[in-house]
Each structure stands twice: as structure tokens, then as C-alpha cells.
């Protein structure tokens, strides 16, 4: 996934304009944002509201209940672990640990060092490959510690 253009309105009004049809708009609206932007940027929050004719409480509902959604801009890559029961049964757990224990990562926090956000998802869709993840937009599976550690060391912009 990449990072994202900094945020603009002309573009945001564009994105959304073009969304606002759809059934249950709001979700591909936000995705759309996301995906342009790298996050939900608190200036889309009241265009979205307009636009579908719902409240900023509303649309800040949305943003807030889906864990997909950021409110900020990554400084680094992020890696999406799965923690659902496929992937709990092959060893997801031990992954985090290994994270935990060999790197000072905790889910849902970043680096010391801010290079690599690491989120918990339950369910990727990717059972048949647990452990699986994304990183940075990009599906992995049956991963392994050895794996981990080379997506931090990429992250952290290291090629050891």
C-alpha cells in the first residue's frame, strides 16, 4: 500500500462524487479516500457528510467502528497480522511473541523506531495459507519467523 498523496479536497470531492450512488456508499467512499490517501483525513469527514446527506457523527461512526480505516498518515509500512482462528490453529501466536520478544513490536503499535505499523485483523480470507498477513497492501502466507523478520528488516530499510 503505498503512502498516499497528501490529502486534497478537489481530489476528495472528486472521489466521492464518484462513489455516492452506490449502495452503502460511505464504505466505498472511505475506501477510495484510503486507498488515495493513505488515511481518512479529518477534512473528508464533513464532504462525506454533505455529500451523502448523513452527519459528521455518522461518517466518524464508520471511520472509527472499521479498524481498516486510519486517521493518519503511515510514516512506514504496515503489516496486517491475522489473529482469526485459522490462523491462531498454525501459529499466529507465536508470531507475535517472536515480534514481541526479538523486535520490541506489539500489535497494534509501531516500532520504536516508527518504520513498521502493526495492525491485528481477524481474517484475511487467506485461510488456506495461514499464517497470513499483508504487508503493505500485499498478501503472505504460510509466514514463518524467518519472514517476520525479513519484513522488519525491510521495513527499517536494512538488506542484512
Known amino acids: 500500500m503505498a503512502r498516499g498523496t497528501p490529502f486534497d479536497a478537489t481530489t476528495a470531492r472528486a472521489l466521492i462524487d464518484e462513489k455516492r450512488a452506490l449502495p452503502g456508499a460511505a464504505l466505498p467512499i472511505l475506501h477510495a479516500l484510503q486507498h488515495q490517501f493513505g488515511y ?4 473528508a469527514i464533513p464532504l462525506i457528510a454533505d455529500a451523502l446527506n448523513i452527519s459528521k457523527a455518522e461518517v ?5 467502528f472499521y479498524h481498516d480505516f486510519r486517521r493518519a498518515p ?5 503489516l496486517k497480522l491475522c489473529r482469526a482462528e485459522s490462523c491462531q490453529a498454525v501459529g499466529c501466536e507465536d508470531l507475535i511473541e517472536h515480534l ?3 523486535h520490541g513490536i506489539t500489535p497494534d503499535s509501531a516500532r520504536p523506531d516508527g518504520a513498521l505499523h502493526v495492525e491485528t485483523v481477524y481474517c484475511l480470507g487467506n485461510c488456506a495459507l495461514s499464517p497470513a498477513a499483508l504487508y503493505d497492501g500485499a498478501p503472505y502466507g504460510r509466514l514463518d519467523a524467518a519472514a517476520i523478520d525479513l519484513m522488519v528488516q525491510h521495513a527499517a530499510g536494512s538488506e542484512t
Request: proline share 6%; charged share 35%.
Open 60 to 64: 466518524l461512526g464508520v471511520v472509527s
Open 40 to 43: 481518512i483525513d479529518d477534512a
Open 100 to 102: 514481541r520478544e526479538r
Open 74 to 78: 503511515a510514516d512506514g509500512p504496515v
